[in-house]
């Protein structure tokens, strides 16, 4: 797993042209920022492909992209259906597909989706983020965790779907000759610290770490990353601050909120971005906001 010499997003200057572009749970917070940030950066040939649970959210999204609101370099037309389409006036498409990765519908529905937008054999590049996912119910300690479909229905979400997602996307595109792949595990500190009161979260973030180590392993001619944004102060940090079962764990996340410690997405997910486009991380790596 050594560090990359060029092959990947981040290779060569200017625009990404003709990049498969994927990110899940784009319809809010963090993801939702770096799509943001994605979208200038995909040139021609490019498609983005938006998922997430909200049809109304996706939609949204595109339209801003559409307009430039955001970037003021993608743009294009969106739809408030399950899946859409629309294509900016720098040759990007946009796609949304509204999916829930928790139930197998909406796996389904996405594997889908990924599979005939990847057979595409003019993409050159492939880039999949996996950002979504859930906190879980945060006010349980160890021993509250009693009722086995509740945590089967969290690791499904939160580990099962990142998995078959990826092993879908990477089998649909292929080992193209002179293409390159790159695969984004969104982490967290918790994948490294066991936090009180969120033994859920902490052991689904542990093993999505290791999935897309053994993965970077597998397969040496993929760039993996697992990028851990930092306390994000988004609506998973308003739960964490009120939700937390164990009081100093509680009391902590509203002291980060109190002295402004949290961290805009769109900060973070620059910080993503840089990393891409610098392509230097060893394939697998573990790397904290805190890190660059």
Request: include cysteine; glycine fraction near 12%.
């Amino acid at each position: 797993m050594e560090p990359g010499s060029g092959a990947g997003p981040g290779s060569g200057s200017g625009p990404w042209a003709a990049t498969a572009c994927v990110v899940t749970g784009a319809s809010r917070g963090f993801g939702r920022s770096l799509a943001r940030l994605l979208a200038p950066q995909l040139g021609p040939g490019s498609v983005l492909l938006l998922l997430a649970r909200s049809a109304e959210a996706l939609a949204e999204l595109a339209a801003e992209l559409r307009a430039g609101a955001a970037t003021g370099s993608a743009s294009g037309s969106a739809t408030g259906s399950a899946s859409g389409s629309a294509t900016g006036s720098a040759g990007l498409r946009v796609q949304c597909v509204a999916a829930d990765l928790g139930c197998e519908e909406g796996l389904r529905t996405a594997g889908a989706a990924l599979r005939e937008l990847l057979q595409d054999a003019s993409f050159g590049r492939l880039l999949l983020v996996n950002n979504a996912g859930s906190l879980g119910d945060v006010s349980k300690s160890f021993l509250d965790l009693t009722d086995l479909e509740e945590i089967n229905t969290y690791f499904s979400f939160n580990i099962s779907s990142a998995l078959c997602l990826t092993s879908t996307a990477l089998r649909a595109f292929g080992a193209r000759p002179g293409c390159s792949r790159t695969v984004v595990n969104i982490s967290s500190l918790c994948a490294r610290e066991p936090f009180r009161s969120w033994a859920l979260y902490c052991a689904g973030k542990a093993a999505r770490d290791m999935l897309f180590q053994v993965l970077a392993l597998e397969e040496p001619g993929l760039r993996v990353l697992n990028y851990a944004p930092g306390p994000l102060d988004t609506d998973m940090q308003l739960l964490a601050r009120t939700k937390t079962g164990d009081p100093g764990m509680r009391q902590h996340f509203q002291r980060l909120q109190e002295n402004g410690q949290l961290i805009e997405s769109s900060v973070s997910a620059q910080k993503l971005l840089q990393l891409l486009q610098e392509d230097s991380f060893p394939s697998g790596a573990h790397v904290d906001f805190y890190d660059i």
